[in-house]
């Protein structure tokens, strides 16, 4: 192991500066010697490798040879050379010559990022385009909306995700509940928590939990499935058959998604009353009085109203999700950055679309 | 060569031989996909394990790199034993001594091919970056890749990455490299440039080489010796059904699959 240790020894001869290298000239050797080497033959007017003790000498030994001279400017002196060095020194010198491309020169970075957001707003908009048009043609591309794919994607999308939506649901209600009668039975209002619980879920957190879940699970899983065909070509192998990606693989799943969004907010809005009733229930309320209570706070437009807004929230998800497949670049990287952005893109969207459904109903007086 | 501790390498086994297998098999389930595969690989020589499709020619490389355990029979590499108690033991003492190239590159998608190749340096020796950085650079430069250092893996073609891929398996000098089929794919020039690049290799540094692949001209090139996998070897199962110069086995085996595969024909309709 000692004949391991790469030693340096350095030596001025008249004008050359002779370098005097022992034991194993390999990565780690090389490393133990580096900087001494390369701090010796910067400045030298000559170079003189004397590689004499030198017992073992591979390209990362060559390497830190050709560095050297690189740093001298000359070529250096080779005294007692081990076979095949001088070849192996030739291919780093030649490797080391060879001149990198330069960089391309970064773009004004605001200018860029706005360049870039533009691209994905129009990008977004030629995808509206491109699932409008896919539409109005479904009448005659039928045989590629195939049932099988439709009736999995609804499964995936909904059936599977029915207990953690049940879950969730049941959660939300005994948490506000819980939060809200505390408060309230301060000034005697207690069996108002019904109405508040009632009218939150239909209205807003029934459609909009469910549509968090949707881009948590299915739109992710949307991206990632059409990215993978993207970058396994299987993509590109539909469009040279004539097959239509768009009408193939978006719309089946922004059916199944707008199929099951309104059946699991409506799951999700009757967890939530069971959670609600089992906290005023452990309150001291019978079940009547809280079903009495729920039935004169909400009425069916807050029902339909909250069904109809899972209906586009899911229709949002589901196309975000696949838009940001079809967009998925090269590598399985992308991969993991389309599904992030079919996630972050799903809630940000559905969380404006309430905004804007809550300025719709406003303004209609729903 | 190695860095071997005491306790994983075989006593008084031979410097000059780099690989030895004996007996070794492979089943997946019920499926026997080879049995009694033996075959020695000596240092300093470029090994070739040729055969068809589906024969089981990256599995017995996957079974030589530590990746699979063999279901049956003993493997030495480099002097320690990778089957039996020693296997763990060994494979650590060998990391370092072995490289290897998977069929498709296998390069790290977040990195730039510079920082793939940088990777086993900075892992595993003390050279300073400007010293890892180096290195890497004349590892590209012998596979020609100097001027896309600074790419990432999704940027470039197949056969870039191939040869991306050979940089990276020698980033530390190993004396004992694994490519696996890396010429396919790639175009004439580029794969005689590879053929030629495994010989320097193999002359300036004394490394041995163990090839998979079917490319006959690459075969007939590279190759000191080579062993010929069949599906067809046994009744039951697959297995190796040649050894030797691969120059003789062209033009001397009677073997019918060897002679068909070395010529190029089909084999007769019926034919195992």
Redesign the interface.
Known sequence: MTD?VARLAVEQRGPQTVLRFAGRL???G???V??PT?RAARGASGLTFDLGGVVHC???G???L??AEAVQGGTATLDSPPA?LE??LD??R???R????A?PPPAAAPLARLRGALGVVSDGIAFLGELAFAWVRLPVRRKMLRPADLLRYADQAGVRALPLVLLLGYLMGLILAFQSAIPMRRFGADLFVANLVAISLLRELGPLLSAVILAGRTGSAFAAEIGTMKVNEEIDALTTMGLDPVTMLVLPRLIAAMLVMPALALALDLAGLLGMATVMNAFGFPLVTIAHQVQSAATASDLFGGLFKGLCFGAAVAAIGCRAGLST??????VGLSATAAVVGGIVSTILLDGLFALMFYRLGL | MT?AGPTTAIPGAPATTAIQVTGAAQRFGRRTIYRDVSFSVATGEVFVILGGSGCGKSTVMRQLIGLLPPTAGEIAVLGHRITGPARVASLRVLRRSIGVMFQSGALF??MTLLENVMLP?EM?????P??RE??A??????VGL??A??L????ISGGMAKRAGIARA????PPLLFLDEPSAGLDPITSAGLDRLIL?LR???GATFVVVTHELASILAIADRCIMLDRAAWPDAGGMIAEGDPRKLRDESTHPTVRAFFRREALPVGAP
């Open positions: 391991a390999d990565a780690e090389a490393g133990l580096w900087r390369l591979d390209m990362a060559a390497a830190l050709a560095a095949q070849s192996l291919r780093a030649a490797a080391s060879q001149v990198p491309h960089a670049g090269v590598g399985p990287r992308a | 860095d998608g977040s340096l595993f020796t003390p050279l300073p400007e010293g180096a290195v650079r004349v590892k590209l430069g012998l100097a001027d250092a600074g990432m893996p999704a940027e020698m980033a530390l000098d320097d002359d300036d540094l």
